[in-house]
């Protein structure tokens, strides 16, 4: 168990539907990032919050959104789903920023299917 | 600009030794690696840092050279643990700020 909580781990939504995917980072750290994974592209780094604040951009789309908390969770908004929004979205966390050269931990991720 | 891996896929008998590559066009600040298994959350290997400072994995090394960047990772005496797909990822400064971008993957299976 890497600390990092992700709910849901299944969802199932049909296109043009909005999702929330939400993530709780291991206790202290305070960088959050997320990715996406489909079979044939490996892992997209998709943005990065670092104590609530955005910090790093990645090929996320723009119908895509994210936030992080005072409490520091972070949610993912996927919104006006299509086909291809499916994938396994994972969020990891670390104690510092990217370039604090810190392990980032994994979640075990959230399995969204649109239909 | 995403990493790239060779090989993208190797099978090893128990015991023998394996190599991955990870190169750069940009330049790297550091490089990290993970293995994932089937069906997990990727796990952390090693971070390999500018300088030739290492933090990671007892049991796997890898090597950095900045110049070119490029990163090895090598697997010795490979055990069926070993299976899983390695990624590494490469940070490097893009658009004013620092991103981790991994690659595709290598798949790496250990057979008896």
Known sequence: DSGVTQTPKHLITATGQRVTLRCSPRSGDLSVYWYQQSLDQGLQFLIQYYNGEERAKGNILERFSAQQFPDLHSELNLSSLELGDSALYFCASSVGGIYSNTEAFFGQGTRLTVV | ?112
Request: proline share 4%.
């Open chain 2, 1 to 112: 600009q995403q990493p790239v891996q060779s090989p993208q896929a190797v099978i090893l008998r128990e015991g023998e030794d394996a190599v991955i590559n990870c190169s750069s066009s940009k330049a790297l600040y550091s490089v990290h690696w993970y293995r994932q298994k089937h069906g997990e959350a990727p796990v952390f290997l090693m971070i390999l840092l500018k300088g030739g400072e290492q933090k990671g994995h007892e049991k796997i090394s890898a090597s950095f050279n900045e110049k070119k960047q490029q990163s090895s990772l090598y697997l010795t005496a490979s055990q069926l643990s070993y299976s899983g797909t390695y990624f590494c990822g490469t940070v490097s400064k893009g658009a004013g700020s620092y991103q981790l971008t991994f690659g595709k993957g290598t798949k790496l299976s250990v057979i008896p």
